[in-house]
Nanobody, 117 residues
Framework: QVQLVESGGGLVQAGGSLRLSCAAS????????RAWYRQAPGKQRELVAA???????NYADSVKGRFTFSRDNAKNTLYLQMNSLKPEDAAVYYC???????????WGQGTQVTVSS
């Protein structure tokens, strides 16, 4: 059974940093996209960053230059390094994997990020 488990969220002051992790287990094959999304209260879930199978990384304009998406294949873990955090970055962050082997996306349970001003 595939599981994605996020961790690393918490409360941080504006200007601070957090590193989110997403550990994948259960074996996911034919991955085409790995991504981080976030959802703030009352807002739609939005894409934060994505890495395609071709290796290109894309970021939302709002996080460019502040967030870095990386992965450790040996550990089956995705990371989102978030620097210079702003109150508007506060949200529940989810990792997401799209695979040709499944008609459904894989999602983690989410990790809360709170940024105080």
């Amino acid at each position: 059974q595939v599981q994605l488990v996020e961790s690393g969220g918490g409360l941080v002051q504006a200007g601070g940093s957090l590193r989110l992790s997403c550990a994948a287990s259960g074996g996911i094959f034919r991955i085409i996209v790995r991504a981080w999304y976030r959802q703030a209260p009352g807002k739609q879930r939005e894409l934060v960053a994505a890495i395609t199978s071709a290796g290109s990384t894309n970021y939302a304009d709002s996080v460019k230059g502040r967030f870095t998406f990386s992965r450790d294949n040996a550990k089956n873990t995705l990371y989102l390094q978030m620097n210079s955090l702003k109150p508007e970055d506060a949200a529940v962050y989810y990792c997401n994997i799209k695979s040709l082997s499944s008609p459904y996306d894989y999602w983690g349970q989410g990790t809360q990020v709170t940024v105080s001003s």
